[in-house]
């Protein structure tokens, strides 16, 4: 399987923004469907956003589309979430996923059928 690492995670003030990176290592040489969701404390897990193997389709909330950006390159293994205007609430830990179905379609509660993640890299937001 693929291995994915996060990065670019820490302290934003709010109205900021940050880039978060999800490296894939590994199998890298199969079609994965990629996506990242979160989880603030106390809260259950959050689908943010997801992308195709292609990358000519990209899934989240109307809220999240308004000020983060999903995209990824596959040449360098590579999956970015562009995360602009940030606000507190936004602060979590953020998890990068990936599915094995290269063309799946992710919404919230999709993180029932995913079985490779990274360890989380944790924003926080600061007002």
């Known amino acids: 399987q693929v291995h994915l690492v996060e990065s670019g995670g820490g302290l934003a003030q709010a109205g900021g923004s940050l880039r978060l990176s999800c490296a894939a290592s590994?199998?890298?040489?199969?079609?994965?469907?990629m996506g990242w969701f979160r989880q603030a404390a106390g809260k259950e897990r959050e689908f943010v956003a997801g992308?195709?193997?292609?990358?000519?389709?990209?899934y989240s909330t109307d809220i999240v589309k308004a000020r983060f950006n999903i995209s990824r390159d596959n040449g360098e293994n590579t999956m970015i979430l562009q995360m602009n205007s940030v606000k507190p609430e936004n602060t979590a830990v953020y998890y990068c996923?990936?599915?094995?179905?290269?063309?799946?379609?992710?919404?919230?509660?999709?993180?029932?059928?995913?079985?490779?993640w990274g360890q989380g890299t944790l924003v926080t937001v600061s007002s």
């Open positions: 590994g199998r890298t040489g199969s079609r994965y469907a």
């Open positions: 996923a990936a599915d094995p179905n290269p063309s799946s379609s992710w919404y919230q509660g999709y993180e029932k059928y995913i079985e490779i």
């Open positions: 992308v195709n193997w292609s990358g000519d389709a990209t």
